[in-house]
């Protein structure tokens, strides 16, 4: 291809260079769109010619689509067309899918898990197929589900484990300047490489949502907290034009199939709410159907938090990842902000004490793990106490027999006296 010059000023350009066109990138616009329809195109010469009517005929049977149409009298063009199967029928497992380091001496395993994970899903789809007649395009279709089904299963599993991984390795090779903050929630792979017990589930579900109110509201600015026939509902005003809310009800199995379509769970709650305030009900009808969510109630056992080791060399973890807890006190989010203010003056306090520079990288992290310790020092009481009063309050409002009640009761007499001396902790200045 020849190189073409141009003074700047003299461009002039008219892409007409197809579907991939470069042009197109260059202009910005958004990317065609595929269709579920793959098309076979070939072209086939008669030397005697043919005899074929100069027209376009389309013919059609089971779903397959033929065209043809002759360029002269000895050429014709011709398409078959056919629904794609969804993401093909090709898929890779074991090292192909995941290769990791061998810190964990997990790569072999988690290849067999494979195995056995996509020989499931293809048995579990492939005797679904009944019918001979079409069996193949049924088969085909099938295999795609299964492999979809394969890779869903399959997804977060490996993550983790390589991210465990790679984070082993980073600490046990010559990379010597990493540091991690784990923030990564409830399912936190950085806690799992600190070997933090796994979060414990309550028999609890909470839907979640904001409603927006264009005009206002009138709610006072404060975390409110009802209850009728042990479901809890929870309101906090985030303005003056936007309240969060909460619903919490025992967890049922028909959660599993709400979970995840907003529709649904406005369908299943609207029902729960009958009795409380007509304000509460209209809220719950009024919220923005993209904030919903639906979740199984987990939280970090207190005893977990109290003997957990929250550093190893210079990876830690806050917010969620450290204590997950339960929304019954509507304190999740304020201790991870604590987390955040702690662990920063920790390692500001720490760090500053480097003043030389020679050997300041050794130095360094010397003081973000002393830092690191401090700051589990300091929030380890904390969390422990907000996840103690949260789990008993969850024991209180939750399915829980009479004798289970009662001692929450007693416990919460004598280490929480006060039920809202959690609101005027101070975590100190930044």
């Known amino acids: 291809m020849g190189v073409w010059t141009f003074k700047r000023d003299a461009l002039v350009l008219i892409g007409c260079d197809g579907a991939n066109s470069v042009v197109v990138d260059f202009l910005e616009l958004k990317p065609p769109k595929a269709f579920p329809l793959s098309a076979v195109r070939g072209l086939t010469k008669y030397p005697s010619g043919h005899a074929f009517a100069h027209e376009f005929v389309r013919m059609r049977r089971n779903n397959i689509m033929v065209g043809r149409v002759p360029i002269d009298d000895k050429s014709v063009n011709w398409m078959v067309g056919q629904q794609t199967t969804p993401k093909g029928t090709v898929i890779v497992a074991g090292d192909a899918m995941h290769v990791m380091g061998p810190f964990l ?18 048995y579990q789809k492939l005797s679904d197929v009944r019918q001979i007649q079409s069996r193949s395009q049924m088969m085909m279709h099938k295999v795609a589900e299964a492999m979809d089904q394969y890779v869903k299963e399959r997804r977060m599993r490996v993550v983790r484990l390589s991210m465990q991984t790679y ?5 046990v090779g010559p990379s010597s300047m990493l540091v991690l903050i784990g923030c990564d929630g409830a399912n936190s792979v950085v806690a799992d490489f600190l070997e933090l017990k796994a979060p414990k589930a309550f028999p609890l579900s909470a839907v979640r949502g904001l409603t927006k109110y264009p005009s206002g509201h ?18 906090v005003p985030i303005d003056d034009k936007s309240v969060n809310w909460m619903v919490g009800q025992q967890s049922t199995p028909k959660d599993a199939r709400t979970l995840q379509n907003p529709d649904l769970i406005i369908q299943s709650t609207l029902p729960l709410i009958y009795g409380f305030p007509p304000e509460i009900q209209q809220m719950i009808e009024d919220s923005d159907v993209e904030s919903l969510s639906l979740t199984h109630v987990r939280y970090r056992a207190p005893w977990d938090l109290l003997l957990g080791k929250f550093r190893k060399g210079t990876v830690t973890v ?3 990842a450290m204590h997950v807890m339960g929304p019954f006190l509507g304190q999740g989010g304020s201790a991870g902000l604590e987390d955040a203010i702690v662990l920063a003056r920790c390692l500001y306090q720490k760090l500053s004490e480097v003043r030389q520079i020679q050997s300041r990288s050794q130095m360094m992290m010397h003081k973000v793990a002393e830092a690191m310790d401090q700051y589990v020092k300091e929030r380890r009481m904390r969390v422990v106490r907000l996840s103690m009063q949260t789990y008993l309050t969850g024991l209180l409002v939750g399915p829980s027999s009479m004798l289970v009640k009662l001692a929450s009761i007693v416990l919460m007499v004598i280490f ?15």
């Open 105 to 122: 001496g997990q790569g072999g395993s988690a290849g067999l898990e494979d195995a056995i994970v996509l020989a499931r899903c293809l």
């Open 167 to 171: 984070l082993t390795g980073l600490l």
């Open 218 to 235: 009138a709610f006072a600015h404060e975390f409110v907290r009802m209850r009728r026939n042990n479901i809890m509902v929870g309101r």
């Open 416 to 430: 929480f006296r006060n039920q809202n001396d959690h609101t005027t902790y101070d975590c100190g200045l930044l």
């Open 318 to 320: 806050a917010g969620d």
